[in-house]
């Protein structure tokens, strides 16, 4: 079987193949960090993990480099870096640093390269610079903007026309542009803002330049994959898009487009702006990385996903069901490292995904792999248990789940010293059990019901979890 994606610019599902298959290339349009990333800005750094940790099954981990951008300079940073009197550098840094300890926690691997936009500011001045000199834009007042009447295919990408650009803006149009929908490739910066020099006086670039400039720069053209959420398409993927054909007289720039849907808030739109927002910084103080991960991807990846509460319920039973077996499965034969040599059914994980990042139908395998594990418990074929364990860890590593020790899910958020008190009370519940002691046995157990714990007794003794909210 062969990976097939669905294109955006096609506008269907194209069997894949990497311009060059042993440097395959993805860019991903990564965060503007002047606050914490809600959940919806973690669903394309996860829908985009699966694609690379797939990309990398398929043709080697060395052979595929990912680059995923940082917006570092932007008016919204601007903004909050005057609300607090410090540079601006002070608050990309501190939101940045925390970005990447969330998404680390969602079990997304780092990007091969993770460029940051004011270091490639001279090359974006000279980016801008060839565009003006090949026809594609102009300057006017201290700006410069692209000529998008120049550009013969705009409008390709989003499938939109001129005038429904025009008629969609809604934007007071600024008196120096030629047309309506002519963007700004460089701005003047007001006297306290940050600023660079250009040949058009001192400013700033506008945020479509800087990916355009840095894919160009990191990755080189033309990339195999560029993503980002459905809301990228218009202006902003189709504005990098015009200009870098523009650049290279219609030389190809990415060879496949890929956008993610919209994670919703109970039906709504998730928006700072409607105060509706989950911040995944503090989501992952109270819930398992591994769990919001589940979430994300329960859906597939071009639907809407809609975030409640009852979704993050049924994450949670999924992965105690999962983690269940692999317990169960320890117990008899130890625990298993990914990586093993796996049986046939073991490759569905693998088929799901290669039909455009099936996550649903993926997920659904991992289910018909631990009920093949629990039929091997049952059966009490060691050689069997083993080898069903195997191919559920090494087919959960590539989504990124499973990859835990059973007993760290389920206690994962104990802290040590409840961890001590538990495992002692269960010893001594053992105690009172052997000798038949029912009373003290069901004192201990409402101890650790207190405790807030859940005790699981199996054939080889007790185990216990963590209860999940409202439980
Ligand atoms: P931003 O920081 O707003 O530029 O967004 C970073 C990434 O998150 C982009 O790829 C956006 O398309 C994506 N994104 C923003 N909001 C959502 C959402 N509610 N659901 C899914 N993706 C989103
Ligand atoms: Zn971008």
Redesign the pocket.
């Known amino acids: 079987m062969t990976l097939k994606l669905y294109d955006t610019m096609a506008r269907k599902k194209r069997p894949f193949e990497p311009a060059n298959d042993k440097r395959v290339t993805m860019y ?5 960090v002047y606050g914490y ?2 959940i ?2 973690a ?2 750094v996860v829908v985009f993990d699966v694609l690379f940790r797939l990309l990398r099954h398929l043709y080697g981990e060395d052979q595929v480099v990912y680059a995923r951008n940082v ?1 570092d300079v932007d008016d919204k940073i601007n903004q909050k870096a005057a609300d607090e009197g410090v540079e601006i550098g002070v608050i990309t840094e501190r939101f940045f640093k925390a970005y990447l300890e969330d998404m680390d926690a969602l079990g997304a691997l780092r990007p091969t390269h993770q460029p940051r936009a004011t270091d490639f500011i001279k090359e974006m001045v000279e980016a801008i610079a060839d565009l003006i000199t090949k026809g594609g834009a102009y300057e006017a007042e201290g700006h410069v903007l692209f000529d998008t009447q120049a550009a013969k295919d705009y409008g390709q990408l989003s499938g939109r026309s001129l005038d429904d650009m025009i008629a969609g803006a809604r934007v007071e149009v600024a008196p120096y542009k030629r047309h309506a929908a002519d963007f700004v490739l460089w701005k003047p910066s007001k006297p306290h803002e940050p600023r660079w020099p250009s040949p058009w006086g001192d400013g700033r670039p506008g945020w479509h330049s800087e990916c355009s400039t840095m894919i160009e720069q990191v990755l080189g053209l033309p990339i195999d994959i560029h993503g ?5 398409v218009f202006p902003h993927h189709e504005n990098e898009l015009a200009q870098a054909t523009c650049a290279h007289h219609g030389g190809e720039f990415a060879r496949f487009w890929m956008h ?4 919703d808030m109970d039906g709504t ?2 928006s700072k702006s409607l105060g509706n927002v989950i911040i995944p910084h503090e989501l992952l103080q109270v819930v398992p990385g591994e769990l919001v991960r589940w979430a994300l991807l329960s859906a597939h990846y071009r639907q809407p996903l809609d975030w409640t509460e009852s979704l993050l319920d049924q994450s949670r039973k999924a992965l105690d069901r999962l983690y269940g077996a692999l317990q169960d499965a320890a117990r008899e034969v130890g625990t298993a490292k990914a990586g093993a040599e796996v049986g046939e059914k073991a490759r569905d994980v693998e088929y799901a995904l290669l039909d455009d990042l099936n996550t649903p139908k993926a997920l659904s395998a991992l289910f018909a792999l631990s009920d093949d594990l629990r039929t091997a418990i049952a059966e009490g074929d060691k050689s069997a248990i083993a080898g069903a364990r195997d191919d559920l860890v090494t087919a959960g590593a590539l989504l990124g789940f499973l990859q835990k020790a059973p007993g760290e899910w389920f206690q994962g958020a104990a802290a040590d010293g409840l961890k001590d008190q538990v495992e002692a009370l269960l010893v001594q519940r053992a105690e009172a059990r052997a000798s038949k002691d029912w009373p003290t046995a069901d004192r201990i157990r409402g101890e650790l019901d207190a405790l807030g714990v859940v005790v699981m007794d199996g054939p080889q003794g007790a185990t216990w979890r963590l209860k999940a909210a409202g439980e």
């Open positions: 991903v349009c990564g965060p503007t990333a809600h919806g800005n669903r394309p917006t980002g959420g459905i809301d990228l993610n849907g919209f994670l739109k998730m």
